[in-house]
């Protein structure tokens, strides 16, 4: 069994990721740490290296991996369902689930961050809230054809556990 997380950035994915795969007992992998962990860069510095073609290859290269592993739970990149018809092949390969976050509350994770997100480098406030809205627009038709799509603002893990688990079921 593979679930692989998906959303925009910011909206949690990573951190969702390893709780689920803790409460369902399974590896937890994130998609980026594996790519840091194999290229020995950050992803910041192949942005800043090459740019984003260079990446969404490395990255593509690294998901088509994910789909050798069971018993997993693989947190995407935000981007990773949007090139190479990576969601087509994600879905193939497991179970999809689209953490949705409105706008306003991507805009108040990511401008609060800690994590450095490249493709928000240099922005205004008001820059980053637009930014969001314009890729959200272009992203949103890929998130949506996850297997699973989950409202996070009105959901907790447990819950997340108890549809996953029912759709597993319901779908066996």
């Not at 399974?26 to 990446?55: S, V």
């Not at 949007?82 to 689209?98: A, E, K, P, R, T």
Request: aromatic letters at 10%; glycine letters at 6%; proline letters at 2%.
């Amino acid at each position: 069994m593979r679930i692989y997380i998906t959303g925009y950035m910011g909206s949690g994915k990573s951190t969702i990721g390893k709780k689920l795969a803790t409460k369902l007992g399974l590896l937890f992998i994130d998609l980026d740490q594996l790519i840091e962990n194999k290229y020995r860069i950050t992803i910041p510095d192949i942005f800043n290296r090459y740019d984003e073609d260079a990446f969404r290859l490395v990255e593509h290269n690294t998901l088509l991996e994910t789909f050798t592993f069971d018993n997993a739970v693989i947190s995407t990149g935000g981007g990773t369902p949007c090139f190479y018809n990576n969601m087509d092949m994600i879905n193939q390969h497991g179970l999809s689930v689209y953490i949705r976050m409105n706008e306003k509350s991507l805009y108040d994770r990511l401008i609060n961050s800690k994590k450095k997100r490249p493709l928000l480098a240099d922005k205004t406030p008001k820059q980053v809230m637009g930014h969001i809205s314009k890729q959200l627009a272009e992203r949103e038709s890929y998130y949506l054809q996850s297997k699973l799509i989950v409202k996070w603002e009105s959901m907790d893990i447990k819950t997340l556990v108890e549809v996953i688990t029912n759709h597993m079921k319901e779908n066996t």
